[in-house]
């Protein structure tokens, strides 16, 4: 078993649920404040450890400011207040960790850390997927990974990174 930091076991990592809001909180839409910036919180949902739980209205774009506020009812019988794009973003992200395993079950490193943009790669022994979270425009990210094959968003070009934002964005690493 791989260690983690203060000694906590991995795998009490891996298996905990993360979320983005529950019934006791504000809505993650509301919080964001925009799709595009929803769509970076779920990019980092389904690309960090752990089990990712969505809370039911989430992946339409309901919202809710407080704990009460956020216990809107699921609106079936009006799909038109739905956010169908926002739900088809949740749809791919869902679709990209159930097909990588190192999104599923791999380790992590932190590659770049800044203010408005943090990227990191999830890896197991068969694959390598490196993401790009970013809440604002940014500097030019430049990482060692020249060979990127896109799975999710914007290409990126020898080991360059897209700068704009709000955007998510992940690569599958070519093998060494």
């Known amino acids: 078993m791989r260690a983690f930091s203060a000694g906590v076991p991995w795998d009490t990592i891996a298996n905990s649920w993360t979320l983005l809001d529950s019934h006791d909180t504000a809505r993650f839409r509301t919080v964001a404040a925009s799709r595009e910036k ?3 919180g779920i990019g ?14 989430d992946e339409i774009g309901v919202e809710g400011e407080w704990g009460e506020d956020a216990r809107r009812t699921m609106p079936w019988a009006h799909p038109e207040s739905w956010d169908t794009e ?10 990209l960790r159930r097909s990588s395993d190192a999104l599923a079950r791999g380790g992590m490193r932190y590659v770049h850390v800044a203010d408005d943009a943090i990227a990191y790669v999830r890896e197991s022994r068969s694959e390598r997927i490196l993401c790009l979270a970013a809440r604002a425009s940014h500097a030019p990210i430049t990482v060692p990974f020249t060979e990127l094959e896109t799975v999710y968003g914007e290409d990126a070009r020898d080991g360059v990174l897209p700068a704009g934002g ?9 093998a060494p």
Do not use: K, S
């Open 166 to 174: 709000p955007g998510f964005h992940a690569w599958r690493i070519a």
């Open 44 to 57: 980092m949902l389904m690309t960090m450890p752990g089990v990712p739980m969505v809370f039911a209205g």
């Open 86 to 95: 926002l739900l088809a973003r949740y749809r791919e992200l869902i679709r």
């Open 38 to 40: 929803h769509v970076v």
